[in-house]
């Protein structure tokens, strides 16, 4: 089935000044062209992350199939010398394998110790730090984290938000990226942060009907390509050939209403968490009631819900 999506604008040349005053305030996906990267666009081959990334462990996802499942787990998790890593994610068929032949890698770099420490790809691989330069558009005390991203060719990952602003920067290689708006999560089945909907390209309607409301918003990425991903906005990754990609996470809510314990970027603020648990102990309560009652007053909530938090002030 042939979906209808929107596309993602593209703008080029885009100033710190501009972007900051006329298009962050929209709270919308925006691909920009002809930032300066660095060198990292050039000089990032399968040979170059190789030798300077040398022989650092690190933690991959490993995957039998292409579209990957974090709500399932379809995939393992493997340790491999960074090198090595770079060389087989490269490859289509592999002569060293966890799995099989085809299986697909995914590096979604960590901090030093993950339970504390944020991924800063300035910090974990220091030696590639001169070669990139992060676009300047948000002060330095709102960085959180800068996350290192390799990616087998024809790998996707799971539709998810983030709780923070980010670029998605396309160093090397080529992604098509799907988005939704925060205002369809009604439509997107969520289990959490990611969407129960794995093949958004064919899904399975009698199982999800009402995914067909979504609005699909969608980008293609190439080298030197930076994406802006408002916060709350879903997002599902191809990689359409091996890529080496790097997300820029900065905070644009006061520090204090984050988690202090995320060090992903992905846990929901402190206010929503605790909105949560009173819903559920407003449900529990109401389940003390028959069915019918139950009902009423539940939906009663749900309007009292919608008219007091909704927003108007989006699409």
């Known amino acids: 089935m042939a979906w209808q999506s929107l596309p993602v604008p593209r703008l080029e040349g885009v100033s710190q000044e501009r972007f900051m005053q006329h298009l962050y305030p929209q709270r919308k996906p925006l691909v920009l062209e002809g930032i300066d990267l660095g060198a990292c666009t050039s000089k990032w081959t399968v040979d170059y992350l190789s030798q300077v990334g040398g022989r650092k462990e690190v933690k991959i996802h490993v995957a039998a199939v292409a579209q990957m499942d974090f709500i399932s787990k379809n995939f393992v998790y493997r340790t491999l010398p960074f ?49 990139i330069k992060f676009p300047e558009f948000f002060k330095e005390e709102q960085f959180f984290s800068s996350v290192f991203r390799i990616s087998s060719p024809g790998l996707q990952l799971w539709t998810h938000y983030d709780v923070m602003d980010n670029f998605l920067i396309q160093v090397t290689g080529k992604k098509r990226v799907v988005l939704f708006s925060p205002r369809d999560a009604q439509y997107l089945y969520l289990s959490g942060t990611k969407s129960e909907v794995l093949d958004i390209d064919n899904p399975d309607l009698a199982k999800y009907p009402l995914f067909s409301k979504a609005r699909r918003y969608e980008c293609s990425l190439k080298a030197g390509d930076v994406l802006f991903i ?78 007091k938090a909704y927003s108007k002030n989006f699409e």
């Open 83 to 131: 090198d090595k890593l770079v060389q087989r994610a490269a490859e289509e068929k592999h002569e060293e394998f966890f799995i099989s032949e085809d299986e697909k890698y995914y590096l979604r770099s960590l901090g030093e110790d993950p339970r504390k420490d944020v991924a800063d790809i300035r910090k974990q691989f220091p030696l590639l730090e001169g070669d």
């Open 230 to 307: 408002p916060a709350l906005w879903f997002h599902n990754v191809i990689s359409e050939e091996f890529g080496v990609g790097v997300n820029i996470f900065w905070k644009h809510l006061p520090s204090e209403c984050y988690d202090k314990t995320d060090t992903y970027g992905n846990k929901d603020p402190t206010a929503a968490s605790r909105a949560a648990q009173i819903l559920d102990r407003a449900l529990k309560t109401l389940a003390e009631l028959p069915e019918e009652y139950r009902d009423f007053y539940a939906r009663r909530m749900v309007l009292h819900i919608q008219d």
